[in-house]
């Protein structure tokens, strides 16, 4: 079974950054995908950035591009998303997954785990 679960989220500053990890408890011999979205009240479920578990690709959203940093830690089975000069807008609850059919796509459809969302506020 796998278990995601996300940390770092709290409370930061517009303009500040903030970390998040997730660590994932995979078991497979195969390649896999792990995304970063986030969720605003009254909004849709957004994706953010994407790892592929060989740490040799990432994707991002445009909204997050040069803001956002995805990496990997295969050692501690640990990703991360250094978030920095945020916004307000960025307020939401974040969520990582994982799609261990390594489709290497940006809908939440293709993840098969979640973990419980941390939540990330940014004060103005």
């Known amino acids: 079974q796998v278990q995601l679960v996300e940390s770092g989220g709290g409370l930061a500053q517009a303009g500040g950054s903030l970390r998040l990890s997730c660590a994932a408890s995979?078991?497979?011999?195969?390649?896999?995908?792990m995304g970063w979205f986030r969720q605003a009240p009254g909004k849709q479920r957004e994706f953010l950035a994407r790892i592929h578990s060989s740490g040799g690709g990432t994707y991002y959203a445009d909204s997050v591009k040069g803001r956002f940093t995805i990496s990997g830690d295969s050692a501690k089975n640990t990703v991360y998303l250094q978030m920095s000069s945020l916004k307000f807008e960025d307020t939401a609850v974040y969520y990582c997954a994982v799609d261990l059919l390594d489709r290497w796509r940006n809908t939440e459809a293709f993840y098969d785990y979640w973990g419980q969302g941390t939540q990330v506020t940014v004060s103005s």
């Open positions: 995979v078991r497979t011999f195969r390649g896999y995908t």
